[in-house]
Every structure is written in C-alpha cells, then in structure tokens.
C-alpha cells in the first residue's frame, strides 16, 4: 500500500475476516494495529481502535511522525476468537501507472529543457570585479540627468554662493585693512633678506672644495692659516718625548720581552725534513698486548686463589701465586661444608645429593658446575621456603664453576624434616639454571 513518507493525514486500511473467509462487522474495538519503522520494534498506532467503513473493512488514522521512515511494517490483530485481520492494498488513484506526486512533477517534456552541455556558466570572476567597482559609486549622482549644467552651476554661483559674492565691489575700509596687513608682512620679510651679502646671493659663486685648497695653498692669508693650525697642534703636543731616541728607547722597552724568548738560533732546531712521525699502530698493538699479559696474570691468580679456596687455605694459596695481599671474600677463606656436583639427570631439577645438617648448624653449600674452565656469571640469593625452620645467610655468590650459599637451620627444628630450597644460578649472562636443594634435618645423636 503505497504511503507518503513523513506526511500527515493519511488512513491504514485493514480488512477482518473469519475462519471462512467470511467478512466480520462490528469489530472495531477488538481491532488494534502496531507499526514498526525501518524494521525497528513494533509499537502501537496512535490510533487505538479504527472506524468500521462496511463489509469488514476498518481504517485507522495515521500520524506525520508514524509515517517518517523508509520500511513501514503494520501487524493488525483482533482480540476477537477466530478473526483475522490484514492490511489492504488500495491502487495509487491513476491507471496510467504514475503517482500522482509523479505525475505532477513531469509537467512537460524533457527535451524542452536545457541540456548540459549547452549551459554556459556565468563569469563570476568578472562580475565581482564589476560589481567592487560599482559598489563605489554613490547613489544619488547615478542617473545622468541630475549632473547640472554649466549654465546651471553659473546661475548657483550668482545668486546662491556667498563665497561668490565676495569678489564683487569690496567696501573700501575693508580692502585697505587688507592690503595694509600684506604691506607689513612683505616688509618684515624685506628686514631679513636686506642682511644678506649681495655677492654669495647666487649659487654658482659658492667655492669649490678645489678652490678652497688653492686659495689656503698659494694666497698669503692660507700660510696665516697653516701657521695657526701648527700653533694648537704644538701646544697640545710634548715635543721632547717625541724625539728619535726617546721612541727608540720605548720600542726596546716593549720588545724586551719577546726579544728575551730568542734565546738560541732558530737553525739549532729539528727542521720539519728531519720529523718522522711514530708507529701508532704498533704502539697500539704494544699496548693491548701489555693489556693481556696483565689479564693473563690477574687470571693465573684468581685460578690459585679458587683452588686453594676449594682446599680451605685461599690466603697461602694467593700469597703463593705472587699475590702482595689478599682480598678476604665470605667464600674464598672458608672451605664448604657440602659440595654437591651439579647434574641435569636429577628428577625435577633437584640436586643429586642432599645437605644433612643438624638443628642450629651453620652449612656452607657449594654447587659444583661440570666444566671447572667455565666461569659463572651470577646467582640469586636464595629465598628459604620455611623461614622458621631455615634462614639463608646473606653471603652469597659464585667462585670460579661454583655457586656458593649459607643455610642455617634452627634450633628447634624436628629432626627428619626436609626442606627444599630453590636455587638460581646464571651460568652466562641473560641465562639461568634453576636447582632445588634438598636439606635433611638430623638428629646429632644418632
């Protein structure tokens, strides 16, 4: 059913019928309509029960804001058993196929318009130019009629102009007062021109700069002039510290200095010829050997030191090694109470051997690595897992292929107890090698 979208006073029209198909009459206040836009959800017409036409045919009345949408859904319903309530579709009122809004519309051929390649756009460019220039002329002087005529203008003068009417016959009184008042301002401009010298009045008799240097040069008042310029100079100068020897005497005075630096002949230098530059890059490769000879030392005895540390005597060791003194280190002067050799075989990275320790005994614990040349980076202080049971000293770290730490076990812990003690150890730098421990609690008298 074809709708106007958003435009008011338009009708739904909806048709009732049976289970037969048979038309039902006097059903209009069982009937209701819902509507849902752009299918949106459905809501109720504003219309809530239509008017009954005949023969089981109801129309509802739609309002402006029901019908603004695109898609228009309308679901009629009875609340009467049995009765079946559908939308009508009603023809557009013309049989030639057209609606009327259409229809209106083509009003005449479209052949009788202008195509669009014979529109020939207007010169906005040169329309605004015209029009900023008219735009400055002014409005009343527009038409050409109102430009007065010569005539016209000689008759304003004559009888309308009061400045005009000044240059009549002047009362006597007033043209003597005036001629009287320009007498005395020419004659104070006369007082001043009268002091000028009748010569220098031209300006072609002003001296040259060339003429001027003649006249001081070869007339006698240019001597007069020379001797007095001499005169002011003289007298402002002090003429005995200008002699010869007097500024001699200074000029030695200020050079002493730099004459004293001459103190042997320039030829008794190394001349550039005789320069050969070093060997940089044998210097440089002295140098990094020297580098690893020292490296070299400092290893062999950081090696003497760690082995006599694994045998409990670093001090003799290092001072045997040529070592002046020795750095005394948590581990490096202590022997360890447990070594336990590091193995990957062992079930859930737990260590293949165990530290047994007695309740209030101190352990050192060592981990040894398998490769004795490869030297660890780091470790982590390992965290106890029963704080109470168990404390991890704070010295702590790696010597050489061994990752060293310190347990204490308390004094009232229960013999038989293990605690597994999680350890970290960075064998290179960026890596890490996570280890458990496992820590037997025994009793000392059996």
Not at 123 to 137: K, P, Y
Not at 168 to 192: E, H, M, Q, T, Y
Request: a negative charge; glycine letters at 8%.
């Amino acid at each position: 059913m074809p709708l106007l979208k958003n435009t008011a006073g338009q009708k739904l029209c909806v048709q009732a019928r049976d289970g037969a198909g048979a038309p039902v009459t006097g059903d209009a206040a069982n009937i209701s309509c819902k509507v849902a836009k752009d299918h949106g959800s459905l809501a109720a017409l504003g219309d809530a029960s239509p008017v009954e036409l005949e023969s089981g045919y109801y129309v509802f009345d739609l309002t402006q804001a029901e019908t603004n949408a695109d898609h228009l859904l309308f679901v009629p319903v009875s609340s009467s058993g049995s009765t079946y309530v559908h939308v009508v579709n009603r023809a557009n009122g013309r049989t030639d196929g057209w609606s009327p809004l259409v229809a209106a519309r083509l009003d005449t051929t479209v052949s009788s318009r202008l195509r669009a390649d014979g529109y020939n756009p207007p010169d906005n460019a040169g329309i605004a130019a015209v029009r900023a220039r008219t735009d400055n002329l002014p409005e009343s002087p527009a038409a050409v009629g109102d430009i007065p005529t010569a005539a016209e203008n000689r008759a304003e003068m004559d009888s309308s102009s009061t400045q005009l009417a000044k240059l009549g016959v002047p009362v006597g009184a007033s043209l003597a007062v005036d001629i009287a008042a320009g007498k005395a301002v020419a004659d104070a401009i006369r007082a001043k021109t009268d002091n000028l010298p009748a010569n220098p009045a031209d300006v072609s008799d002003v001296p040259t700069a060339a003429q001027i240097e003649a006249a001081l040069i070869n007339e006698g008042d240019g001597q007069q002039l020379i001797d007095a310029i001499l005169t002011v100079i003289n007298s402002s100068l002090d003429v005995p510290a200008l002699e010869l020897a007097a500024i001699a005497g200074a000029v030695r005075s200020e050079l002493a200095t730099e004459l004293g630096r001459l103190d042997a002949a320039v030829s008794s230098r190394l001349a550039a010829a005789g320069y050969t530059a070093p060997d940089n890059a044998g210097i440089s490769t002295a140098v990094a050997q020297s580098t690893l000879a020292a490296s070299a030392a400092a290893d062999a005895s950081a090696n003497a030191i760690a082995a006599a540390g694994a045998a409990g005597d670093a001090e003799a060791a290092a001072l045997a090694a040529g070592a002046a003194t020795v750095s005394r280190t948590p581990f490096l002067n202590r022997k360890p109470g447990k070594v336990i050799d590091v193995s990957d075989r062992a079930d859930s990275r737990h260590t293949q051997d165990r530290v047994r320790a007695a309740p209030g005994e101190r352990v050192l614990v060592a981990l040894a690595y398998a490769d004795p040349d490869a030297w660890l980076y780091g470790m982590e202080l390992p965290v106890t897992p029963d704080a109470v049971a168990m404390t991890v000293s704070e010295e702590y770290g790696v010597n050489r292929s061994w990752a060293m730490f310190e347990v204490v076990l308390a004094a009232g812990v229960a013999a038989g107890a293990e605690l597994s003690l999680p350890v970290v150890v960075q064998p290179t730098e960026g890596t890490e090698d996570r280890r458990r421990v496992l820590v037997e609690v025994i009793d000392p008298v059996q």
